[in-house]
Every structure is written in structure tokens, then in C-alpha cells.
Nanobody, 124 residues
Framework: QVQLVESGGGLVQAGDSLKLSCAAS????????MAWFRQAPGKEREFVTA????????WYADSVKGRFTISRDNAKNTVYLQMNSLEPEDTAVYYC?????????????????WGQGTQVTVTS
């Protein structure tokens, strides 16, 4: 069973960049599809992006396409989320998630393992 710990959140201004990290332990990292979700106050948790176990394939929500980039380092058991051109609408708690089998949907039900989340706040 894998444990996930996010870091890198913070308070930034609109237009700024931020890079989140998610460190995994307790499992075979390279066998997991990894993803980032986010949840704003009063809203449901939503899909942001995912990356295949090898890192070759990625998926993005339309709202972040072209601004966010997911990557992974299997040697370091870490997945990253580079966020550029941040907008106030990006304010949320960002969660790292993992699954051994990914069907390609945006559903939270696809992912078995979750981190505790890291807060990202973007001011205008």
C-alpha cells in the first residue's frame, strides 16, 4: 500500500507559478498511475491531471491545459505539478492520488490512494 505526501503549496498572486510535489512510499511507485485533483471550498473534488506509470502519457482537465504540467521521477518516487499563469480560480486544496489501473476517466473513484492535500491560494 502506498502512502502519499504532498508539499509545495502556498499563497501566490495571479500570474505566478508554483510547483507541487508528491512523495510516495510503501509501494512500487513505478507501477502506479499518478494524478492530481483539487477541491475548492464548497465544491466537489475535481480532476486536474494524471500521468501514466512510465510517464509517457498524460491527461489534463481543459481548465489547466497549457498552464499546468505533470511529471514524475520514478527514481525519486515523486510526482510533480508545475503550475504556471495561476488564476484565483485555481485556489483549492490539491491532492495527489494513485492507482494501479486507470481507465482514463476523471472520476475520483478511479484512484485508491490519496494524500492529505496541500493548500494553494491565488490572490488577484
Amino acid at each position: 500500500q502506498v502512502q502519499l505526501v504532498e508539499s509545495g503549496g502556498g499563497l501566490v498572486q495571479a500570474g505566478d507559478s508554483l510547483k507541487l510535489s508528491c512523495a510516495a512510499s510503501g509501494g512500487t511507485f513505478r507501477s502506479y498511475v499518478m494524478a492530481w485533483f483539487r477541491q475548492a471550498p464548497g465544491k466537489e473534488r475535481e480532476f486536474v491531471t494524471a500521468i501514466s506509470s512510465s510517464g509517457v502519457r498524460t491527461w489534463y482537465a481543459d481548465s489547466v491545459k497549457g498552464r499546468f504540467t505533470i511529471s514524475r521521477d520514478n527514481a525519486k518516487n515523486t510526482v510533480y505539478l508545475q503550475m504556471n499563469s495561476l488564476e484565483p480560480e485555481d485556489t483549492a486544496v490539491y491532492y495527489c492520488a494513485a492507482t494501479t489501473f486507470y481507465g482514463g476517466s476523471r472520476s475520483v473513484r478511479e484512484f485508491n490512494y490519496w494524500g492529505q492535500g496541500t493548500q494553494v491560494t491565488v490572490t488577484s
